[in-house]
């Protein structure tokens, strides 16, 4: 089993800016894909970014390209999402998750094996 804990989420000024951790635990491979999701309320859960683990594969929603960036700590066996120039639209409930088998970064929620149980990032205007 593989457990996620995300940590770092609350209230913001449009403009600000945020970072997310998720922590991994339990058992893991080195060929993992993280992504992080995010869910607004009455809509569908939506990919955000996501990272091979091992290697400095990335991938972005157009949604968020040049404002957020996904990185990873491997002695720490942490994932992070690093959030600027923040907008009231970006305002969900964010989630972790991860894929065992790398067929490439994934987008869609279906492909991926675990979840963390979400963190609220809220942005005023």
């Known amino acids: 089993q593989v457990q996620l804990v995300e940590s770092g989420g609350g209230l913001v000024q449009a403009g600000g800016s945020l970072r997310l951790s998720c922590a991994v635990s339990g058992r893991t491979f080195s060929n993992y894909v993280m992504g992080w999701f995010r869910q607004a309320p009455g809509k569908e859960r939506e990919f955000v970014a996501g990272i091979r683990w091992s290697g400095s594969i990335t991938s972005y929603a157009d949604s968020v390209k040049g404002r957020f960036t996904i990185s990873r700590e491997n002695a720490k066996n942490t994932v992070y999402l690093q959030m600027n120039s923040l907008k009231p639209e970006d305002t969900a409930v964010y989630y972790c998750?991860?894929?065992?088998?790398?067929?490439?970064?994934?987008?869609?929620?279906?492909?991926?094996?675990?979840w963390g149980q979400g963190t609220q990032v809220t942005v005023s205007s």
């Open positions: 998750a991860a894929r065992i088998l790398y067929v490439g970064i994934v987008t869609r929620p279906r492909e991926y094996d675990y």
